[in-house]
Nanobody
Framework: QVQLVESGGGLVQAGGALRLSCAAS????????MGWFRQAPGKEREFVAR???????FYTDSVKGRFTISRDNAKSTVWLQMNSLKPEDTAVYYC?????????????????WGQGTQVTVSS
């Protein structure tokens, strides 16, 4: 079991930036895909971005060109750089580790989740 702890959330004005961190402990994440998800009030949790163990990335359309996911396996840390933030980006952001040996296609493919960090973007 790996423990994931997110940090870096907060209140920011529209157009601003935040950098979220996900620190892993207990088990290595180097051989696993990692993902960021978010859940806005009254909505279901949705996929934001994914990075595979080799570094390839994938984003949901609404954040392409604004968000960047990255990782440092030696530090067991994954980041989500969020630029040009919009009020609709307001949500609790979660970090998750995918199941071993797969390319995750949905939330069901992730088996370790953090507690989340709140991001609020004011207009």
């Amino acid at each position: 079991q790996v423990q994931l702890v997110e940090s870096g959330g907060g209140l920011v004005q529209a157009g601003g930036a935040l950098r979220l961190s996900c620190a892993a402990s207990g088990r290595s994440i180097s051989n696993y895909a990692m993902g960021w998800f978010r859940q806005a009030p009254g909505k279901e949790r949705e996929f934001v971005a994914r990075i595979r163990s080799g570094g390839s990335t994938f984003y949901t359309d609404s954040v392409k060109g604004r968000f960047t996911i990255s990782r440092d396996n030696a530090k067991s840390t994954v980041w989500l750089q969020m630029n040009s933030l919009k009020p609709e980006d307001t949500a609790v952001y979660y970090c998750a580790r995918a199941r071993a040996g797969i390319i995750p296609l949905g939330q069901q493919d992730y088996d370790n989740w953090g507690q989340g960090t709140q991001v609020t973007v004011s207009s």
